[in-house]
């Protein structure tokens, strides 16, 4: 079992960058493939990256593809989502997300915890 903790939202102008965090109780961390999502106010949460054990191999929505970057530290039990060139249409709650199987997942139904959330607000 593991336990998420985000941080790193607020408030930022259109163009501008944000760093989200992760951390992650726990000693099997690196057993986890892990994911970011997000969720607009009266939309359904969608996936945005995820990344594998060793951080090898990572997968973007086609939207933040080029902006958006998905990184992880074993070592520190921490997920990271560097998020440049930032849109208004990014503006949503993120969550992080964790599941133990080997394969990278994009649907919400493929993990099986998550943090509260952090909001990220991007404005024009």
């Known amino acids: 079992q593991v336990q998420l903790v985000e941080s790193g939202g607020g408030l930022v102008q259109a163009g501008g960058s944000l760093r989200l965090s992760c951390a992650a109780s726990g000693r099997t961390f690196s057993r986890y493939v892990m994911g970011w999502f997000r969720q607009a106010p009266g939309k359904e949460r969608k996936f945005v990256a995820t990344?594998?054990?060793?951080?090898?191999?990572?997968y973007y929505t086609d939207s933040v593809k080029g902006r958006f970057t998905i990184s992880r530290d074993n070592a520190k039990n921490t997920l990271y989502l560097q998020m440049n060139s930032l849109k208004p249409e990014d503006t949503a709650v993120y969550y992080c997300?964790?599941?133990?199987?080997?394969?990278?997942?994009?649907?919400?139904?493929?993990?099986?915890?998550w943090g509260q959330g952090t909001q990220v607000t991007v404005s024009s």
């Open positions: 990344i594998s054990w060793s951080g090898a191999r990572t």
């Open positions: 997300a964790a599941d133990p199987s080997i394969s990278l997942a994009t649907r919400p139904n493929d993990y099986d915890f």
